[in-house]
């Protein structure tokens, strides 16, 4: 197949003058090389397009892909990861990954957690504040974690986030509203053993690749798997491949993992994350349909590795799940 490859290039955005962590999730070149690597070694023509301007760009150019590998995270709105998605759609080109529905309702933690909730998953009790206001009707025990309702890579986390009085919860909401321009999930704070399940497939097809756990280790910000302790993973944090035989922590985790991923429609490849309350009982945190694919840093790919599995490989099933949505000139679905 022809394959396009879209993405955020980091170092692009820092040459234009954004800041590290605005551009936090934004891929290195060396993960964008990885992956065109792998994809010509399958026996693909590959064709790096970028990020959404330069799509908008090739597409108007009456440029077309088989499939489009798409990792981009975009910049802008809580919606920025349907963006290319959503472009893509729109001229009938299929892309790896999650629909733009799914991306920008997975991106709003708020939103998926009430489709967890209704699904009967488990999940931290939360309320969504939107304006300093709302924290006088918040409604939930102490103690109580507050981060952005749309952001990744940690960011707007450190140990603030972790509240024991209402004061406190006034103190954090206020600077996370002005500085990200986006509501605040408030969840109540499980306390116990964090989980990232890796998932591989579509629909009755997606299976469990693995489990890791996340200790954070005794330099690291506790209490919370912040942004400096993701920044500085390799100094802060151990990442431990845990299985679900002789762990029945482990066991129920993978399954709220594998059902939540069913539920909210994950395609291809990409990670739930949960975390235990005190009892030793797992409970969805949130979703990543588009998970990092960094060989070596990123939770995925080091689920892949510690399973015995190769970058390569892993990129060749996330490939051939989502080849399966690709058009032949007759209009039949072709891998």
């Known amino acids: 197949m022809r394959i396009g490859l879209t993405y955020d290039l980091r170092d692009e955005y820092l040459a234009a003058g954004f800041d590290e962590e605005a551009t936090a999730e934004f891929d290195r070149a060396d993960t964008i090389d990885s992956i065109d690597t792998a994809l010509k070694s399958l026996g693909h023509q590959t064709d790096r397009i970028g990020h959404i301007r330069q799509v908008v760009t090739r597409?108007?150019?009456?440029?077309?892909?088989?499939?489009?590998?798409?990792?981009?995270?975009?910049?802008?709105?809580?919606?920025?990861?349907?963006?290319?998605?959503?472009?893509?759609?729109?001229?009938?080109?299929?892309?790896?990954?999650?629909?733009?529905?799914?991306?920008?309702?997975?991106?709003?933690?708020?939103?998926?957690?009430t489709l967890i909730e209704k699904a009967g998953l488990p999940t931290p009790r939360f309320a969504v504040v939107e304006t300093l206001a709302d924290v006088e009707r918040v409604d939930l025990p102490f103690p109580l974690f507050a981060k952005p309702i749309a952001e990744g890579t940690g960011k707007g986390v450190s140990p603030a986030s972790c509240i024991s009085v209402l004061a406190e919860l006034r103190a954090v909401c206020g600077p996370l509203?002005?500085?990200?321009?986006?509501?605040?999930?408030?969840?109540t704070y499980l306390c116990g053993r964090e989980f990232?399940?890796?998932?591989?497939?579509?629909?009755?097809?997606?299976?469990?690749?693995?489990?890791?756990?996340?200790?954070?280790?005794?330099?690291?910000?506790?209490?919370?798997?912040?942004?400096?302790?993701?920044?500085?993973?390799?100094?802060?944090?151990?990442?431990?491949?845990?299985?679900?035989?002789?762990?029945?922590?482990?066991?129920?985790?993978?399954?709220i993992a594998l059902a939540a991923w069913r539920e909210l429609r994950g395609r291809d490849g990409g990670r739930i994350d949960l975390r235990s309350d005190g009892s030793g009982q797992p409970s969805f945190i949130e979703a990543n349909p588009l998970a990092g694919l960094h060989p070596e840093h990123s939770d995925l790919p080091m689920i892949a590795t510690k399973v015995g599995m190769s970058y390569q490989e892993l990129i060749r099933q996330i490939v051939e799940s989502a080849a399966k949505r690709v058009r032949s000139p007759s209009g039949a679905s072709s891998v």
């Not at 009938?92 to 939103?111: E, N, Q, R, Y």
């Not at 100094?235 to 399954?255: F, I, T, W």
């Open 59 to 113: 597409l108007a150019a009456g440029d077309r892909w088989d499939l489009v590998f798409n990792i981009c995270e975009g910049m802008y709105g809580i919606a920025r990861e349907a963006q290319v998605p959503a472009l893509l759609e729109a001229y009938d080109i299929p892309c790896t990954f999650a629909d733009p529905v799914i991306m920008s309702v997975c991106l709003h933690k708020g939103l998926t957690k």
């Open 196 to 255: 990232t399940v890796g998932i591989l497939g579509s629909g009755s097809d997606a299976r469990v690749l693995g489990t890791l756990e996340i200790v954070l280790l005794s330099d690291a910000e506790p209490g919370a798997y912040s942004y400096l302790n993701k920044e500085r993973c390799e100094d802060l944090v151990r990442y431990d491949l845990v299985g679900p035989h002789n762990d029945p922590e482990v066991a129920e985790a993978e399954r």
């Open 177 to 187: 509203l002005q500085r990200f321009r986006q509501p605040v999930l408030v969840e």
